[in-house]
């Protein structure tokens, strides 16, 4: 399979806890996004890389989300302290830089309990 | 106003009918325009771009108005398996954003 992939799948965390999401792209797409969804909503956006740089945050990004692209390979995406309000879907997609289709990976389904 | 703007459905159609959604836009700049379709549970999945002269993939086809800003979908000949949520999504590139805003998506439901 050469689609998005992400993992876990789902994780269920206490309040408080950390998590860490990893996404694996396309492997000749240079962009990789995160994007959030809650039951009812569409994706919202939560921020993109091109290769390792990190070029776009969204205000929904508190300081308790960071992400990273070391190698501008895979992705990952942690939660600190988490909250019961950060359950949701979260979302990978990657892209090719010339081109504006973002391919979406199965998503990661956190439950804060 | 919403940046993007879909009625929510459900959409309830016999199997065979012809089935179209709307999906309106606040930034007049905007410059690419996407369908996707997403089921219960799943992640989002293209099902088509939507180019200024319009597009047909199928049974599919998109129409972009930009004077009215909104894009449209068209569904002919509905099947069971178009049950699904449909989510439009708008592309702003300027100022070096990529990221897409979507609608809250419209809920299809295509009846034996």
């Known amino acids: 399979d050469t689609g998005v992939s992400q993992d876990p799948r789902h994780k269920i965390t206490k309040r408080g806890q950390n998590v860490t999401f990893r996404c694996d792209p396309i492997?000749?797409?240079?962009?990789l996004y995160w994007y959030r969804q809650t039951l009812g909503q569409g994706p919202e956006f939560l921020t993109y890389?091109?290769?390792?740089?990190?070029?776009?945050k969204s205000r929904l990004l508190s300081d308790r989300f960071s992400a990273e692209r070391p190698k501008g390979s895979f992705s990952t995406l942690e939660i600190q302290r988490t909250e019961q309000g950060d359950s949701a879907m979260y979302l990978c997609a990657s892209s090719l830089a010339n081109l504006g289709t973002q391919y979406f990976g199965p998503g990661t389904r956190l439950l804060v309990l | 106003r919403k940046e993007v703007e879909q009625d929510p459905g459900p959409f309830n159609v016999p199997e065979g009918a012809t089935v179209a959604f709307n999906c309106t836009y606040s930034?007049?700049?905007?410059?690419?325009f996407f369908w996707y379709r997403q089921d219960c549970r799943k992640e989002p999945k293209l099902l088509m771009s939507v180019y200024s002269s319009g597009n047909e993939d199928g049974r599919f086809t998109a129409q972009l108005n930009r004077a009215s800003q909104y894009i449209s979908l068209l569904i002919r000949d509905s099947k069971l398996s178009d049950s699904a949520t449909y989510l439009c999504a708008v592309l702003n590139s300027g100022a070096g954003s990529y990221q897409l805003t979507f609608g809250k998506g419209t809920k299809l439901s295509v009846i034996p």
């Open positions: 492997s000749e797409h240079n962009r």
């Open positions: 890389f091109q290769n390792e740089a990190q070029l776009e």
């Open positions: 930034n007049s700049a905007s410059q690419s």
